[in-house]
């Protein structure tokens, strides 16, 4: 079954082009490689402040700043955990070593591994 993993990130406004060429470098240099299926990367067009919680709080979204919803589809969740394993592996640091920087604060990114419960098209 699909798997899917999940994330959010505030990215300065000023690099989105960098995001983007980051992002595409990230699909051709680690998760095409390992497995994954799609990618798909979103640039926070209507993205409200909260009182209570946002996804603007929740990465402690700066001025300057735009939230980006990003997910990368997976064949299965054994495939994804093959390819965590494999990026926590100390040997894999060869395989970064090439990539840019990324062009956003990664410690104020959050993610997850989700399954699906319904998925429809029409």
């Known amino acids: 079954m699909t798997y899917y993993m999940?994330?959010?990130?505030?990215?300065?406004?000023a690099r989105k082009a960098e995001f983007v060429a980051h992002a595409r470098e990230a699909w051709e240099?680690?998760?095409k490689p390992l497995g994954a299926t799609a990618a798909v990367e979103t640039w926070g067009d209507d993205?409200?402040?909260g009182e209570v919680t946002s996804m603007p709080m929740a990465v402690k979204a700066e001025?300057?700043?735009t939230v980006v919803l990003s997910w990368i589809e997976w064949p299965d969740k054994a495939t994804y955990e093959a390819a965590n394993a494999r990026m926590r592996d100390p040997a894999f640091a060869e395989v970064m070593a090439?990539?840019?920087?990324m062009p956003f604060d990664g410690a104020r990114m959050i993610w997850?591994?989700?399954a699906p419960v319904m998925s429809e098209r029409a």
């Open 63 to 65: 001025p300057g700043e």
């Open 47 to 49: 993205v409200p402040d």
């Open 98 to 101: 090439g990539m840019s920087e």
């Open 6 to 13: 999940g994330a959010v990130a505030a990215v300065p406004e």
């Open 112 to 114: 997850g591994g989700f």
């Open 29 to 31: 240099v680690i998760f």
